[in-house]
């Protein structure tokens, strides 16, 4: 069972910046960020490929957040900009070793989940 933990979520006002973290206790090669609101379903965010380094992207943050990993340390990171209200939710790192369909950003692709850590954003 792939664990994984979470951390960096907090409180800006908007226009700052915030770092995510997730480090899986095992190697996985899809790994990625979704977002979730009460009352909505959880939406992709940014997911990355270990093999290629393809990183994919929802319309709303792209060129505001970019999604990088470190493979030797299992970990990857979403680097969040110019963060707007809208942008508030919580946070959830999931991963898996391959994908059964084209649609990298769906949850249900994703088998491993963390606990998710909360991201608000103030005007």
């Known amino acids: 069972q792939v664990q994984l933990v979470e951390s960096g979520g907090g409180s800006v006002h908007a226009g700052g910046s915030l770092r995510l973290s997730c480090t899986a206790s095992?190697?996985?090669?899809?790994m990625g960020w979704f977002r979730q609101v009460p009352g909505k379903e959880r939406e992709g965010v940014a997911v990355?490929?270990?093999?290629?380094?393809?990183?994919y992207y929802s319309d709303s943050v792209k060129g505001r957040f970019d999604i990088s990993r470190d493979n030797a340390k299992n970990t990857v990171y979403l680097q969040m900009n110019s963060l707007k209200p809208e942008d508030t939710a919580m946070y959830y790192c999931?991963?898996?070793?391959?994908?059964?369909?084209?649609?990298?950003?769906?949850?249900?692709?994703?088998?491993?989940w963390g606990q998710g850590t909360q991201v608000t954003v103030s005007s």
């Open positions: 999931a991963a898996d070793r391959k994908i059964a369909g084209t649609t990298p950003l769906a949850p249900f692709e994703y088998n491993y």
């Open positions: 095992e190697s996985r090669i899809w």
């Open positions: 990355i490929n270990a093999d290629f380094g393809t990183t």
